[in-house]
């Protein structure tokens, strides 16, 4: 653990203080068989598995989380979180083992807490209460077509709703660009597969962190990093690749990092 603390945070970070254009970045945890979360049965709600979890990775996830401005999830994880089925991820914890990421994030100039933008095309979630606790700004972000009531009942609750997409879902661009347009630089994905292949379909994503636990799990449902269509993918240029022989869950581990580049085939 001592080895790899503030790895992302320093060395491979992903913020930028100069940057002009906003730079989106993802992390995802997986086994070597790419399961990010698994279901009982086909009726069940995948969850990620705790044999994945170690103590090394969910540090190096906080770090990277340390540096947004600006988070995005989805309107599933305010639902999982409100049922208790997820934890919160929406803050930094209140804790001493991070007092150094708040340390940072105001030696940058940033609030202690990011923005959050919950991209959704139901708009069927509950607002988690640490929001208002900790005073973060929310935006709703959605489609054209989604039901211009639903609509109207978050903006009558003072929550600003983003339009954009064409359809009900958000789409990568649009979203991205308007929240360039609020000044917002260091946007960090904590949505799941689907918000992962917009953004690439979109050529929004900069910054990709991938962790791999050294296990295979199978499993006939199970959830992997991205869900969607065939892409176009862009060149994934490794940056780093470190190994960890032994986490505290007795499984080594893999942690890469990675810049997409669109412009090169």
Known sequence: MHELKNLYLYKQGWYSANTEQPIVAANFLSSLDGRIAISPD??????????????????????????????????????????????????????????????????????????????????????????????????????????SDKIKKWQ???????ITGKSETVEGKPLIETLANKNYKHIYLIAGPKMLHTMINDQQLNKLYLSYSHQILGGNFFRTKIDGPALNTPKLELNALFYDESSENMHGQFFSSYTCNYNKN
């Not at 009558?156 to 983003?162: A, K, M, P, R, S």
């Open 42 to 147: 086909a009726n069940a709600s995948a969850e990620l598995p705790k044999s994945l979890t170690s103590l090394e990775d969910f540090r190096l996830f906080l770090e990277l989380h340390a540096q947004a401005d600006c988070l995005i999830t989805h309107g599933g994880y305010m639902r999982s979180l409100a049922e208790q089925k997820l934890g919160n991820i929406l803050q930094l914890p209140n804790t001493r083992d991070c007092e150094d990421l708040y340390n940072w994030r105001a030696l940058q100039g940033l609030s202690p807490h990011p923005a959050l933008v919950i991209a959704s095309a139901s708009l069927d979630f509950p607002i988690h209460p640490s929001l208002k606790e900790h005073s973060q700004q929310v935006y709703i972000a959605t489609g054209q077509q989604t039901d």
């Open 156 to 162: 009558d609750d003072g929550y600003e709703v983003l």
